[in-house]
Each structure stands twice: as C-alpha cells, then as structure tokens.
C-alpha cells in the first residue's frame, strides 16, 4: 500500500469513512485512526500496529455529542469532567452494546476522547462518525509526534497521514480517568493534573487503590512495554557526558555528549520527549540520559513516562 502523506482533510476524511487507516496528528500524539463502528478496519489497527488484541483503544469524536451511540451511561464523575473537554483527557465509561470488541478488547467500557487540536476536530467532524485511535506507533516503540515518525513506522501499512499544523502540543498520551470505578480513579497520568481533576471530582484518586487486584486489569495498557526508544534511557540526577550518550534535560550539561537536547522548562521537555527518543535511535547512539523533574503538576506524567521507557530495558 502507498501511504498518502497530506494536508487535505477531506481526503483524509473520506479515507476514513471509506474503512482505511489514518494517522493524524492531536495535541498528545498521532493517533492512528479508523471507524469504530467497523470491526475489520479497527481490527487492521491492530494488525498494523502489532498491538496484543487484550488492549482497548480510544474512541475519539470531535464534541462529546457523537460519542453518545458508544456510551451506554455517563455517570457523575464522567458528566463532570466531560466538560472540561476538548482535552487531553480520556474518560474510561460503559459502553453502548453496539461498539465492537474489537475496540474494547471484549470489556464492558470503552475509552472516549474529545481531542483539543483544531485539526483532528476538523477530521472528526468530517468523518461523521466516532474514530477509534491508539497511538500511532509500532507497538512498545516511543509514541510519534511527528508524521515522519509516523511513516518511520508505518510507512506502507497505512492509508494516509495527515500532516500537522503549528500550535503548542503536549507530546505525552492523555490523562485516562476511570469513570466507573469507586472512586474514580486516575489510570494514565497525562497533561491534566490530578489538582485539575479534583476540582472537577473531589474524590477522584491518582492511581487504583493499592491492593486492588482489578486495577492492573481495569488498566490494560499499563502491563504492556511502552515508551521506550532502542537506546537505552537512563534517569539521571548529574550529567556523566560520553560520545555515545545523548542527554536530555532542563540544564546544560559539560562538553562530551553525542547528542544534546536542553528544554526550557517541564511543558517543553515532555514535548520534546518522544521525539528526541526517536532521534537519538536514527543517530544510533547507545545510550540517553534523562534529568529528573519534580514530580507535580506535568512532572508526574513526564516522570512516569520516563521511568517505564528506563524500566522496558532493565
Ligand atoms: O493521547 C492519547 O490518548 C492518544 C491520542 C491518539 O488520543 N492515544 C493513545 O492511545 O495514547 P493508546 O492506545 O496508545 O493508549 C490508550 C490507553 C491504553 O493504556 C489503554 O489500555 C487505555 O488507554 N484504555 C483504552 N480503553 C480503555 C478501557 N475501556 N478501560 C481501561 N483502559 C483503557
Ligand atoms: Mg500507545
């Protein structure tokens, strides 16, 4: 298959409509996306991705009004932080009886997503109907926020990648909340902090209760290697340089390093996180040193991705 890389929405969105795959860009990550209601074109997804069939995907729409032929019930916590929507926020909800297992790996929820990109909203629209997107990567390679990662990975496998516009982006997946858990509870740390959400839901939780033993099954995609480039990241509190190594931080490190990318603060690091993996690979360098963050606000999601990627190697 040729891969169309464009900027026509409309052709990308007759793609879609027609059962092919389409990555696009949102303000996380590309999603590579397919319609939902279409057993065979959600099933390619998995197919092109790699991806273990025991992993949900999201359900994505361009206002929450679409997304109510997949959701059986909205309850209380998932009505209050529906409104904080277009977001880079995931609500985990019932799922109406017509969604396919597919794209729900056989659960009684589905993950919906109203995306705060004016692209991917302008795709969604056009679509006409609700487009289930997993990240758009080779399964347990870095998620891409670029489309020539995209292509790096999917080149030949997917219909179409639409291209980006310029505008801020977070670079980490979404922040996924459990709806239908007691109390709602934060599945993947993202963007939207805890403090935010909270505001929203006062008695929503940062993670499962511990000792819960349905958390780790109410949240697949965490038991699966994620994240991690093929070099192999290290987290670091000093610099160490070598020619071999890479670093990425908030601060300069001395002289010696093969590849060095400095952000100017946590936003513009996690931004930059999935890319500089992806670089660093291309580069062939063996190793990337990542300076700790503090651990608030989006330092928890960025430390959380950076402990997994350190973690899928040791
Ligand atoms: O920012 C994002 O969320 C991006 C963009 C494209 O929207 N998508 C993304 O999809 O990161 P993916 O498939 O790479 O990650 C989705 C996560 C996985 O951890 C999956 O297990 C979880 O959401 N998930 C999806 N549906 C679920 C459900 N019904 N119950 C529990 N977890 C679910
Ligand atoms: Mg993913």
Known sequence: M????TDDVAAAAALLRAGELVAFPTETVYGLGARADDADAVARIFAAKGRPADNPVIVHAAERAALDGVVAAWPAAAEALAALWPAPLTLVVPRAAGVPDVVTAGRDTVGVR????ARARTLLAAAGVPI????????????ATRA???LADLDGRVACVLRDVPGARVGLESTVVDTTSDPPCILRPGALTLATLRARVGRLV??????DVAAAARSPGTRHPHYAPRARVQLVDAPAPARDTAW???????????HVV?????????????ATFRDVDAAGLAKIHCERVPEDGLGVALMD??????AAQT
């Not at 040729?2 to 890389?5: A, D, G, M």
């Not at 289930?132 to 998620?143: K, L």
């Not at 940062?206 to 000792?211: H, Q, Y």
């Open 114 to 117: 109203v995306p705060d990109h």
């Open 206 to 211: 940062a993670r499962p209760p511990d000792g």
């Open 262 to 274: 400095i952000t100017a603060d946590v936003a513009a690091y996690a931004a930059a996180l999935y």
């Open 2 to 5: 040729k891969t169309l890389v």
């Open 132 to 143: 289930a997107a997993p990240s758009a990567n080779v399964s347990g390679r870095p998620s």
């Open 148 to 150: 020539e990662d995209v």
């Open 305 to 310: 991705r950076l402990r997994r990627a350190a």
């Open 248 to 258: 990425l931080g908030l601060t300069r490190p001395p002289p010696g390093y093969g």
